[in-house]
Nanobody, 123 residues
Framework: QVQLVESGGGSVQAGGSLRLSCAAS????????MAWFRRAPGKEREGVAA???????KYADSVKGRFTVSQDNAKNTLYLQMNDLKPEDTAMYYC?????????????????WGQGTQVTVSS
């Protein structure tokens, strides 16, 4: 059973930075996509960034130029470097993995999900 554990969330002021991590265990796929989603209270889930096994990345327009997604294949760990954070980035951030799905659509059907890590940005 694939397990995903996020860490690195916290509270920062606007303009600050955070680095999220997602450690994946029992991930035996030879190729897969790893992604970050977020959900703010009262809002729809939003795809933030994704990276596939070839290293191809994609980002939501709202985070382009501020967030960077990366992965350490040897450690099966996904990262999200978040710079110039804004209050609207406040949300629970979730890591997701799938062999085939790699869209940032809010309803993207990733098979495996983590429990989330909270990010709060104050103005």
């Amino acid at each position: 059973q694939v397990q995903l554990v996020e860490s690195g969330g916290g509270s920062v002021q606007a303009g600050g930075s955070l680095r999220l991590s997602c450690a994946a265990s029992s991930l035996y796929y030879s190729a897969f996509c790893m992604a970050w989603f977020r959900r703010a209270p009262g809002k729809e889930r939003e795809g933030v960034a994704a990276i596939d096994s070839d290293g191809t990345t994609k980002y939501a327009d709202s985070v382009k130029g501020r967030f960077t997604v990366s992965q350490d294949n040897a450690k099966n760990t996904l990262y999200l470097q978040m710079n110039d954070l804004k209050p609207e980035d406040t949300a629970m951030y979730y890591c997701a993995v799938d062999r085939w799905v790699c869209q940032l659509d809010p309803n993207a059907d990733f098979r495996h999900w983590g429990q989330g890590t909270q990010v709060t940005v104050s103005s």
